[in-house]
T-cell receptor
């Protein structure tokens, strides 16, 4: 089954404790992206990657890191999480300039 | 700066009452305009991609249209199962994506 998977689905952590949210897709897509969704603000792009070893900042990259060492994986790293990073995070993938397939989401709470 | 504005924020319809959702955009080099449907607690689900002004696409009770400045999602004779948040997004020439805040549609039986 073609899909985008994210782990963990739910995470509660404390300020400053480094964490990684994994994202994997099995559709051989070049494009992958991370978004955060907050009430009233909609989906905002954090980082995106057009292909392996190519990453670019989206609208809200501060406090996040990504890497794209393999085509299928695109992890999101929070080196020192803060409460304002509490949000619902989505990973997505697509062919170039095509519709994106979204993962199920990761609900992160930073205390 | 690239911008996407959706209106209205919320829309309540009776079953069978047709209406339209609006998406106004400004973008440097439009690669594509996308419509998604999102149910509570789930990831967005793809509906349509439009690439150039004048293009139209249809799927069941939904029809999407595109001009140089805006897109419309027309809903004909909606049913309660059409209740969801509808998101519009544009992809710019550099590959970055910008989403609107969405229109929350409620269809009452």
């Amino acid at each position: 089954e073609a899909q985008v998977t994210q782990n963990p689905r739910y995470l509660i952590t404390v300020t400053g404790k480094k964490l990684t949210v994994t994202c994997s897709q099995n559709m051989n897509h070049e494009y992958m992206s991370w978004y955060r969704q907050d009430p009233g603000l909609g989906l905002r792009q954090i980082y995106y990657s057009m292909n392996v070893e190519v990453t670019d900042k989206g609208d809200v990259p501060e406090g996040y890191k990504v890497s794209r060492k393999e085509k299928r994986n695109f992890p999101l790293i929070l080196e020192s999480p803060s409460p304002n990073q509490t949000s619902l995070y989505f990973c997505a993938s697509s062919g170039q300039y095509n519709e994106q397939f979204f993962g199920p989401g990761t609900r992160l709470t930073v205390l | 700066e690239d911008q996407v504005t959706q209106s209205p924020e919320a829309l309540r319809l009776q079953e069978g009452e047709s209406s339209s959702l609006n998406c106004s955009y400004t973008v440097s080099g439009l690669r594509g305009l996308f419509w998604y449907r999102q149910d509570p607690g789930k990831g967005p689900e793809f509906l349509f991609t439009l690439y150039s002004a004048g293009e139209e696409k249809e799927k069941e009770r939904l029809k999407a249209t595109l001009t140089k400045k805006e897109s419309f999602l027309h809903i004909t004779a909606p049913k309660p199962e059409d209740s969801a948040t509808y998101l519009c997004a544009v992809q710019a020439a550099m590959g970055d994506m910008r989403f609107g805040a969405g229109t929350r549609l409620t269809v009452k039986p």
